[in-house]
């Protein structure tokens, strides 16, 4: 059994990936939620990551994370997510609520108390992790692992021509995780863009019995495909469901072990993920290629058990 703490943003790909993690607990099991900011302000994504968890039944905790980056401004993607982040799906009122007290410093906790247990899973910007990282000496040591959505390394960015969004939402973040030591495993633009939902997936989901997670994902998809289109003229990209894809069965990927760091003075590259040459002794290693079907028929087992 893998544990995990899933920090999000939640937003339409952001949930999916929840829902994936929810949908295999044969093998995952979320020992806690942490709603950061990045695609949109955290009193959103808070509120979205709360709707979503309990919809989905899901009993691990909730926490607050941060605010905002270490030190850039603020930025979000309400032009892509919508005014609220995770714009389609209308949920009941909700009877969960947010764990009390810091989600970082419980993050902390749990990881040290469960050394080698937990795997650190971000999916929105990387600030939480950073924090945990600087705030405990004990924390990076007593991570099995840390999986990463973000970055893009030989693809242009998303963002920037350099930068994709949840590295540049905090730059020093990111280099801080990179730069840990833990073992990563890193899912950029450069494989994320090879995966991409199609109208052939859209029917096949619509074909299947009526269910919650069934309609939350038609409602949000009714909104995100639209604004991906506008935005990029392609349907989207499962971008944040690879890191919970990856937990479940690694060989839906092929991999590139790199050293990467991050650009944070450059006005023009700033954000920008660089990659070094390949190395087999690097920690961090990167998905360059990914089996569509396997994907998705990991996708269709996980959504058929959220009944």
Not at 32 to 53: C, K, M, P, V
Not at 149 to 173: I, K, R, W, Y
Not at 263 to 276: P, S
């Amino acid at each position: 059994m893998k544990h995990i703490i899933l920090d999000v943003d939640t937003g339409h790909d952001d949930a999916v990936a929840i829902a994936l993690a929810a949908g295999l607990s044969d093998k995952i099991t979320i020992d806690g939620l942490i709603a950061t900011a990045g695609n949109q302000i955290r009193e959103y994504t808070l509120e979205n990551t709360l709707n979503l968890s309990e919809a989905l039944e899901i009993e691990a905790p909730v926490f607050a994370g941060s605010t905002g980056p270490l030190l850039r401004d603020r930025v979000i993607a309400g032009n892509i997510h919508g005014k609220n982040g995770f714009e389609g799906p209308v949920f009941e009122k909700r009877k969960k609520k947010e764990c009390m007290g810091n989600g970082i410093r419980w993050a902390v906790d749990h990881v040290i108390s469960h050394p080698g247990e937990v795997t650190f899973v971000s999916v929105g910007p990387w600030t939480d992790l950073a924090v945990c990282l600087k705030s405990d000496e004990r924390f990076a040591s007593s991570l099995k692992e840390i999986v990463l959505m973000g970055g893009a390394v030989d693809h242009p960015g998303n963002v920037t021509l350099s930068a994709e969004f949840n590295v540049f939402a905090d730059p020093e973040a990111a280099e801080i995780v990179l730069k840990s030591g833990v073992p990563i495993t890193l899912f950029s633009l450069d494989v994320t863009l090879k995966l991409l939902l199609t109208e052939e997936i859209l029917e096949r989901v619509k074909s299947l019995p009526d269910t919650r997670y069934k309609r939350i994902f038609l409602d949000s998809m009714g909104y995100y495909i639209p604004s991906i289109m506008r935005s990029n003229g392609e349907m989207p990209a499962m971008h944040d469901p690879c890191t919970i894809a990856y937990l479940y069965d690694p060989s839906i990927f092929t991999y590139s072990y790199r050293p990467i760091s991050v650009e944070t003075k450059g006005d023009k590259t700033y954000g920008k993920t660089v990659g070094g040459k390949e190395d087999k002794n690097s920690n961090i290693k990167m998905g360059v290629n990914v089996d569509n079907d396997k994907f998705w028929a990991l996708f269709f087992k996980a959504i058929n058990n959220l009944v």
